[in-house]
């Protein structure tokens, strides 16, 4: 068994709802097992034999279409990849605000020519690193409430799907994924 954590986009922040009851169940029906959620907000942690996650995020996304009706992208990630991101935060060093401390996790690595053309809205005092499939961001002078460097952002520029926690969270999920 492998330990995992899903991350859903854009669930409960806007008109897109889902009990976190309705999504242990739909994961356990999967048939995966010690299902845990974290906060409101579509993050679930589950044990399973299957060694794919994009079959995982695509049995999850399948699943919640079909019971509710629901088109929520889900991003994987195993809990040995979210140790690395929780252990791997460039900007840990300089900030301990989980709230000014942010990674948007990508459904794929964006080319290099996307990231390389990647910049901060003008006028904005953001830090940001993308490594693989992961973007960190820090933000010095405030929280992420007041930025338009924002997931939607990060999706239109570097053209792939992206859904961000913020610092306490990452290590939470990677907590729980450690078992």
Known sequence: MTRYVALL??????TTRLAMADL???????????????????????????????KLAAGIERAL????????PVLVRSGRELAAVAGGNPYAEVEDDPKLLL???????PAKATVDALAVPGGENVSFTVTGR????HFPDG???????????????????????????????AELAAG
């Open 24 to 54: 242990r169940r739909i994961v356990t029906d999967l048939g995966h097992e010690d299902v845990a959620t974290y906060l409101q907000s579509g993050n679930v942690a589950f044990s399973s034999t299957v060694r794919d996650a994009e």
């Open 134 to 137: 992961e973007v960190f961001l």
């Open 143 to 173: 929280g992420y409430g007041r930025t338009k460097f924002t997931n939607a952002y990060l999706e239109k520029k570097l053209g792939v799907v992206a859904t961000t926690r913020n610092w306490k969270s990452v290590r939470a999920l």
């Open 9 to 14: 986009r854009g669930v409960n922040v806007g």
């Open 103 to 109: 990674v948007a996790f990508l459904a794929t690595p």
């Open 65 to 72: 279409a079909d019971e509710l009706g629901l088109t929520v």
